[in-house]
């Protein structure tokens, strides 16, 4: 079992910067990859990151590409999104979860044990 927690979100201006953290508790955090992804109302679930158990790979969805970066703290337990030149497209709950069920870096369905998630909103 693992238990995941997403903080970080808010409201901020578009060009400004959040930071999203997603702390784990549970089974052997440090040995899965892990992912970010988001959720817009009306919309589903979409790949935003992801990185693999060492932080050595790291993939961005084409949106994200050049403004967001995924890192990680295995002694903290603890994965990071760096969210910088946001805009109003953007917004959306944002959800970590590890990659523990399939091969496909960026399909929800690879990925299990979904956070609660945090909002980001971001104002024009």
């Known amino acids: 079992q693992v238990q995941l927690v997403e903080s970080g979100g808010g409201l901020v201006q578009a060009g400004g910067s959040l930071r999203l953290s997603c702390a784990a508790s549970?089974?052997?955090?440090?040995?899965?990859?892990m992912g970010w992804f988001r959720q817009a109302p009306g919309k589903e679930r979409e790949f935003v990151a992801a990185?693999?158990?060492?932080?050595?790979?790291?993939y961005y969805a084409d949106s994200v590409k050049g403004r967001f970066t995924i890192s990680r703290d295995n002694a903290k337990n603890t994965v990071y999104l760096q969210m910088n030149s946001l805009k109003p497209e953007d917004t959306a709950v944002y959800y970590c979860?590890?990659?523990?069920?399939?091969?496909?870096?960026?399909?929800?369905?690879?990925?299990?044990?979904w956070g609660q998630g945090t909002q980001v909103t971001i104002s024009s």
């Open positions: 549970g089974r052997t955090f440090s040995r899965y990859a």
């Open positions: 990185i693999s158990w060492s932080g050595g790979i790291t």
């Open positions: 979860a590890p990659k523990l069920l399939g091969s496909s870096w960026y399909a929800p369905s690879s990925y299990d044990y």
